[in-house]
């Protein structure tokens, strides 16, 4: 499906002549341009070590935009190499000619959402995708039927009588990498530092993060007190537009970051930290999202200045609590969203390090996304659950009595793989595991 060559509007906006292409933000030829093709970003990539097809490969997908800006049709094919790529940002730490694939696959996103009409059967997933996930109410809901479908063992009785392998892929994964309901956690408005006061802090919580691991943005608040900030949690503060800002939908992502930078500037604090990997990443973005804004473009920039991830912010700040004694073996993964889109390795690691008795260990094929990225395990099933099944092989191949990351996606994807493949581990967040240092709090059971 294409549009048509009749139509010089697409949405309102004039296509651009002789490309795919509207005049709005199309992918930028000269970042298209830096591409030489030279292979390095080949063995980092996650869809490319699975299919081995150069279309499925960053430099692959880099032709085909610039097949568009030339011309070609927004054919289903192109459509779909795109769709499949996880964007996890591994090629751009590898790319020696410092290819800006982030930007390129962001703006051929946005085109093709405004310009490719997707089957049906899409169009309805994606609907009720961008519906639910971005809005913690409606998980709210979700979550007291998931808790009833549990009680009532209702998630055994589709097993036992074969209806479980009918089931539509997607619905299939959302169901088995939902984590385990445990008992949500409300934060107050405001956290009060311990001891002298360092400084004030806003949280985001997030959406999944907020519904499905309020313990995580409890540690979180419980670690940045110890450590002397004030944590302040805004009430009005909603979805970062992280989903919505790396599936397409740009008018939806910058109505979600307006209302964001609103209810934190509000409040007047020196930091807004996140916790979740692919939001602080979105949010870095929002300078570039809202470029064209005349009424928050300075105000995106002010913003960009203070946020920064947990383990980003500790490293700063200079942790001076007292941490206990854990003898722990402890595997860290790199959420995509941090480590190559935001390029903080070494901070997580130093934190975790700091702890007396933990020894951390690498998995082997570190770099290589769990196959979770945002709602890719949603709208890529298959690919998502051979990249999780790879992941949890490299992890138990460490043998450590916990691992570590800082995603609520891939605590939930890499839980559900090591869980099938009947290795499972404790999974936690890098606050979780400072929480349990810092105050004793029992670190989570294995998912199983």
Same mark, same amino acid.
């Given at each position: 499906m294409t549009t048509t060559e009749s139509d010089p509007t697409t949405h309102g906006r004039t296509q651009l002549p002789g490309s795919?292409?509207?005049?709005?933000? =199309?992918?930028?030829?000269?970042?298209?341009?830096?591409?030489?093709?030279c292979g390095f970003c080949l063995p980092t990539c996650p869809t490319y070590d699975l299919w081995a097809h150069e279309s499925d490969s960053p430099r692959g997908r880099i032709d085909l935009i610039n097949s568009g800006l030339h011309g070609a049709p927004l054919t289903d094919s192109l459509v779909t190499h #795109?769709?499949?790529c996880l964007g996890c940002m591994a090629c751009v730490t590898a790319c020696p000619s410092g290819v800006q694939y982030d930007k390129i696959v962001t703006a051929t996103r946005a085109q093709i959402e405004r310009l490719h009409k997707r089957p049906l059967h899409e169009r309805m997933l994606r609907g009720l995708i961008f519906s639910l996930f971005p809005y913690p109410g409606r998980m709210r809901v979700m979550r007291r039927m998931l808790r009833a479908y549990r009680t009532l063992r209702l998630d055994r009785f589709v097993r036992t009588v074969g209806l479980?392998?009918?089931?539509?892929?997607?619905?299939?994964?959302?169901?088995?990498?939902?984590?385990?309901?445990?008992?949500? !956690?409300?934060?107050? #408005?405001?956290?009060?530092?311990e001891g002298e006061r360092r400084a004030v802090?806003?949280?985001?919580?997030?959406?999944?993060?907020?519904?499905?691991?309020?313990?995580?943005?409890?540690?979180? &608040?419980? !670690?940045?007190a110890a450590e002397g900030c004030d944590v302040i949690v805004p009430q009005q503060q909603g979805c970062c537009g992280a989903l919505s800002l790396h599936n397409g939908r740009e008018q939806e992502a910058q109505r979600f970051a307006r209302a964001v930078i609103d209810a934190f500037d509000a409040e007047n604090v020196d930091v807004v930290v996140v916790n979740a990997a692919g939001c602080g990443s979105a949010m870095k973005e929002y300078v570039d999202l809202l470029a064209d804004d005349p009424d928050y473009a300075d105000r995106a920039k002010a913003f960009d200045a203070k946020v920064r991830d947990l383990a980003e912010y500790l490293v700063e700040l200079v942790p001076v609590a007292d941490r206990r004694e854990l003898p722990l073996r402890v595997a860290y %993964?790199?959420?995509?969203?941090? &480590?190559?889109a935001q390029g903080i390795r070494s901070q997580p690691r130093r934190l975790l390090q700091g702890v007396p008795g933990v020894t951390v260990v690498e998995p082997p094929d570190a770099a290589l996304c769990c196959g979770?990225?945002?709602?890719?395990?949603?709208?890529?099933?298959?690919?998502?659950?051979?990249l999780g099944a790879r992941k949890a092989e490299a992890v138990a191949s460490v043998h450590a009595d916990v691992l570590v990351t800082a995603n609520p996606g891939c605590l939930m994807q890499i839980g559900?793989?090591?869980?099938?493949?009947?290795?499972?581990? =404790?999974? !936690? %967040?890098? &606050?979780?595991?400072?929480?349990?240092?810092?105050?004793?709090?029992?670190?989570?059971?294995?998912?199983r």
């Open positions: 795919a292409f509207d005049e709005h933000r =199309p992918p930028p030829q000269e970042l298209v341009d830096d591409c030489v093709h #795109i769709d499949r479980y392998p009918r089931l539509p892929g997607p619905l299939r994964a959302m169901e088995s990498i939902a984590p385990p309901l445990n008992e949500s !956690v409300r934060l107050p #408005i405001r956290t009060p530092a802090v806003g949280l985001l919580t997030g959406c999944v993060q907020d519904v499905f691991f309020s313990d995580v943005n409890a540690a979180t &608040a419980r !670690v940045l %993964h790199d959420a995509c969203h941090l &480590a190559h979770s990225a945002g709602v890719y395990n949603l709208l890529q099933p298959e690919a998502a659950e051979e559900k793989a090591l869980a099938a493949r009947g290795t499972p581990l =404790p999974m !936690v %967040h890098t &606050a979780q595991l400072l929480d349990t240092a810092l105050n004793g709090t029992p670190l989570p059971r294995a998912q």
